[in-house]
């Protein structure tokens, strides 16, 4: 298995220019979650998916779209960028049926935004 | 969620025991008591969980005490790989799949 894959692994954006990161997983798992990390700081939940079709907010969803299709693939696209949206992207996968939170994360995308 | 406090940094030498500390003093009786680590520029890694009683996996132990309002995540033999930001999480098992990490504890293992 590959587990969680992400592309691309390094990204240069312009402000206001539109793009989508890229998120999949072969474990069949359920719940698929996106997380961005500020330098310095500790991961923060942008957008989750309990399942294909179903997705919600999390706490900083602002200027972020996702949507749930297949149970492979969880993209997060970015709307308009921003400066402010510089930092590094992480996708991550669980299986319902097991305790939730035994989370496999992926490797990364690193985002900077001019 | 129920709020965690761990220690900013720690060093440990290669080879002694790591002793993390994380402190959840509002802790309800459903929530568990989960760890992560974070290498460089890595994703998070799952190590362990609990809910009442101490916990061994491959990677480590983790000991929560009696009134489960802290709890320590111990690396038997600490080796240079273990350096890492490692993440004590409490959260409801029914609360869907939305971890919420703090600062963490910055963990340098030094030769």
């Known amino acids: 298995n590959a587990g969680v894959t992400q592309t691309p692994k390094f990204q240069v954006l312009k402000t206001g220019q539109s793009m989508t990161l890229q998120c999949a997983q072969d474990?069949?798992?359920?719940?698929m979650s996106w997380y961005r990390q500020d330098p310095g700081m500790g991961l923060r939940l942008i957008h989750y998916?309990?399942?294909?079709?179903?997705?919600d907010q999390g706490e900083v969803p602002n200027g972020y779209n996702v949507s749930r299709s297949t149970t492979e693939d969880f993209p997060l696209r970015l709307l308009s960028a921003a400066p402010s949206q510089t930092s590094v992207y992480f996708c991550?996968?669980?299986?319902?049926?097991?305790?939730?939170?035994?989370?496999?994360f992926g490797p990364g995308t690193r985002l900077t935004v001019t | 969620d129920a709020k965690t406090t761990q220690p900013p940094s720690m060093d440990c030498a290669e080879g002694r025991a790591a002793n993390l500390p994380c402190n959840h003093s509002?802790?309800?009786?459903?929530?568990?008591v989960y760890w992560y680590r974070q290498i460089h520029s890595q994703g998070p890694q799952y190590i362990i969980h609990?809910?009442?009683n101490n916990e061994t996996n491959e990677m480590a132990s983790l000991i929560i005490t009696e009134d489960r309002k802290s709890s320590t995540l111990i690396l038997p033999h600490a080796t240079l790989r273990d350096t890492a930001v490692y993440y004590c999480?409490?959260?409801?098992?029914?609360?869907?799949?939305?971890?919420?990490f703090g600062g963490g504890t910055r963990v340098l293992v030094k030769p």
């Open positions: 509002t802790i309800s009786g459903n929530e568990y």
């Open positions: 998916s309990v399942g294909a079709g179903i997705t």
């Open positions: 991550a996968s669980n299986a319902r049926d097991r305790t939730p939170y035994e989370q496999y």
């Open positions: 474990m069949n798992h359920e719940y």
């Open positions: 609990g809910l009442k």
């Open positions: 999480i409490v959260r409801a098992k029914a609360a869907g799949n939305k971890l919420t």
